[in-house]
């Protein structure tokens, strides 16, 4: 079956625009009621979390009335990072979990994100027949049975309380300064408590959304703002969030940037020592820098990778048996506290070797030489398959040619935006210049 609707992350697109109509949440909502109802159990719930999107109101509500079309009570969160509600979809014994979020997209964007009833995302077999479903005849429920709907208040404290509870016993963030960048999104409350109860001093920013400003010059993919506020203020570490809490980018008390990888490679060489490496292994997707894999190799550390998604990475962590993954733009998983992606939880962690070791996040941080990667992104018309074309495939086989096992190339369309992604690596950087540049050029043309 061709899917039209789930890309790598949930259903994702412009607001107000299809997919991401009313029209279709309400739809949604009533095929994945349908797909959780198959049971004979009486009662069936599911928990519904959102960001801080305007468009967020108009889809929380159409959802809604499609789960309760099919007599599915729907517990409303309200704002919560999305491992959050990985984290109450079991815990409130809900048969299914939804976060409404485009994650790191403009505020224009959203998305929707499901959940079973482990509190892990979806599997593909799943969202088919969910998708199936949507474009199929739902029978609903009697009149008598129809689901009904209430706001929880304590999601959020529930949150934050598991949050703080993956922080090591009898240690504390006293004497420790932190700016969290929230990107005016979801964990715009719970993270700043989250430190602040800890103990640490907390320099908040992007805690004061709008419905229109989510991302927007500040978080993860703008970490140049959390930057400038360490070097005004002195703070010993900032912690970058994106739109839904899922991922985190960290900046050292220079300023300096950390990515996935560089997170990654502390937390997996840590637990290996220690002995807490399930398989000895790390879950990472294709796009993870060469330099963390000569990295776990010098430490006799297996690198499995993945396709593009932490869908993918969490699917190989589970069925290999493995408790660490992640991906370079800042999802790391931990399955031994969060079912999914966790950038508090992530940023707790890195706070605890600082505490543990005494040392600053600069020497935490930067725990290997990147292989040069160039990333560009080249953004096309629904129906446009430039992939497909033969002076796109005559560019890759040229750039493929170039590298000559010297490097990596990898092209792709992105899950969750309309973009050609054309990533390289390469230790030669002029080559690396005219490798993307090539086939950047020949999708541009095909565009």
Same mark, same amino acid.
């Given at each position: 079956?061709? @899917?039209?609707?789930?890309?790598?992350?949930?259903?994702?697109?412009?607001?107000?625009?299809?997919?991401?109509?009313?029209?279709?949440?309400?739809?949604?909502?009533?095929?994945?009621? @349908?797909?959780?109802?198959?049971?004979?159990?009486?009662?069936?719930?599911?928990?519904?979390?959102?960001?801080?999107?305007?468009?967020?109101?108009?889809?929380?509500?159409?959802?809604?009335?499609?789960?309760?079309?099919?007599?599915?009570?729907?517990?409303?969160?309200?704002?919560?990072?999305?491992?959050?509600?990985?984290?109450?979809?079991?815990?409130?014994?809900?048969?299914?979990?939804?976060?409404?979020?485009?994650?790191?997209?403009?505020?224009?964007?959203?998305?929707?994100?499901?959940?079973?009833?482990?509190?892990?995302?979806?599997?593909?077999?799943?969202?088919?027949?969910?998708?199936?479903?949507?474009?199929?005849?739902?029978?609903? #429920?009697?009149?008598?049975?129809?689901?009904?709907?209430?706001?929880?208040?304590?999601?959020?404290?529930?949150?934050?309380?598991?949050?703080?509870?993956?922080?090591?016993?009898?240690?504390?963030?006293?004497?420790?300064?932190?700016?969290?960048?929230?990107?005016?999104?979801?964990?715009? @409350?719970?993270?700043?408590?989250?430190?602040?109860?800890?103990?640490?001093?907390?320099?908040?920013?992007?805690?004061?959304?709008?419905?229109?400003?989510?991302?927007?010059?500040?978080?993860?993919?703008?970490?140049?703002?959390?930057?400038?506020?360490?070097?005004?203020?002195? #703070?010993?570490?900032?912690?970058?969030?994106?739109?839904? #809490?899922?991922?985190?980018?960290?900046?050292?008390?220079?300023?300096?940037?950390?990515?996935?990888?560089?997170?990654?490679?502390?937390?997996?060489?840590?637990?290996?020592?220690?002995?807490?490496?399930?398989?000895?292994?790390?879950?990472?997707?294709?796009?993870?820098?060469?330099?963390?894999?000569?990295?776990?190799?010098?430490?006799?550390?297996?690198?499995?990778?993945?396709?593009?998604?932490?869908?993918?990475?969490?699917? #190989?962590?589970?069925?290999?048996?493995?408790?660490?993954?992640?991906?370079?733009?800042?999802?790391?998983?931990?399955?031994?506290?969060?079912?999914?992606?966790?950038?508090?939880?992530?940023?707790?962690?890195?706070?605890?070797?600082?505490?543990?070791?005494?040392?600053?996040?600069?020497?935490?941080?930067?725990?290997?030489?990147?292989?040069?990667?160039?990333?560009?992104?080249?953004?096309?018309?629904?129906?446009?398959?430039?992939?497909?074309?033969?002076?796109?495939?005559?560019?890759?086989?040229?750039?493929?040619?170039?590298?000559?096992?010297?490097?990596?190339?990898?092209?792709?369309?992105?899950?969750?935006?309309?973009?050609?992604?054309?990533?390289?690596?390469?230790?030669?950087?002029?080559?690396? @210049?005219?490798?993307?540049?090539?086939?950047?050029?020949?999708?541009?043309?095909?565009?």
């Amino acid at each position: 079956m061709t @899917r039209k609707l789930f890309g790598t992350d949930g259903v994702r697109g412009r607001a107000n625009t299809d997919p991401m109509t009313a029209e279709m949440a309400l739809k949604l909502g009533a095929a994945a009621g @349908r797909y959780f109802r198959r049971d004979q159990s009486p009662v069936h719930r599911v928990v519904i979390g959102k960001d801080t999107r305007l468009s967020g109101y108009m889809i929380e509500n159409a959802l809604t009335a499609g789960f309760t079309s099919t007599g599915m009570n729907v517990l409303l969160l309200g704002p919560v990072p999305t491992p959050a509600v990985g984290l109450l979809t079991p815990s409130m014994r809900a048969d299914v979990g939804v976060m409404i979020s485009a994650s790191h997209n403009p505020a224009t964007d959203n998305g929707i994100k499901f959940f079973g009833p482990d509190g892990f995302k979806l599997s593909d077999e799943a969202e088919q027949e969910i998708e199936r479903l949507v474009f199929s005849e739902i029978t609903p #429920a009697q009149s008598e049975n129809i689901g009904r709907a209430k706001r929880i208040d304590d999601g959020r404290f529930r949150y934050i309380e598991r949050v703080k509870g993956t922080f090591p016993q009898g240690r504390t963030l006293e004497g420790l300064k932190v700016v969290i960048d929230c990107a005016n999104g979801a964990a715009y @409350r719970a993270a700043p408590e989250v430190l602040w109860e800890l103990g640490a001093e907390v320099i908040p920013l992007g805690v004061s959304p709008n419905g229109f400003n989510i991302n927007d010059g500040v978080g993860s993919t703008a970490p140049g703002a959390a930057a400038a506020r360490i070097r005004e203020t002195g #703070a010993d570490l900032g912690i970058c969030l994106d739109g839904d #809490a899922d991922r985190v980018i960290l900046i050292d008390e220079t300023g300096e940037v950390a990515d996935g990888d560089q997170i990654m490679a502390l937390f997996a060489d840590r637990w290996a020592e220690e002995g807490r490496l399930k398989g000895h292994t790390l879950a990472a997707t294709v796009m993870s820098n060469l330099g963390l894999e000569r990295y776990l190799n010098d430490r006799s550390i297996v690198l499995h990778r993945t396709p593009v998604g932490d869908r993918h990475v969490v699917a #190989a962590m589970r069925e290999h048996g493995l408790n660490l993954g992640g991906e370079q733009s800042g999802h790391i998983v931990m399955t031994d506290y969060a079912t999914t992606g966790d950038g508090l939880i992530a940023g707790l962690q890195f706070l605890a070797e600082m505490v543990r070791t005494g040392k600053r996040a600069s020497e935490l941080a930067h725990n290997f030489e990147p292989v040069p990667q160039l990333l560009q992104n080249i953004r096309f018309d629904a129906g446009q398959t430039p992939l497909e074309a033969a002076p796109v495939q005559a560019a890759i086989a040229e750039a493929e040619a170039q590298l000559d096992g010297t490097g990596r190339l990898l092209i792709r369309k992105s899950g969750t935006e309309p973009l050609i992604r054309v990533m390289a690596e390469c230790e030669d950087e002029g080559l690396l @210049r005219d490798v993307v540049g090539g086939v950047v050029a020949a999708v541009q043309d095909a565009v």
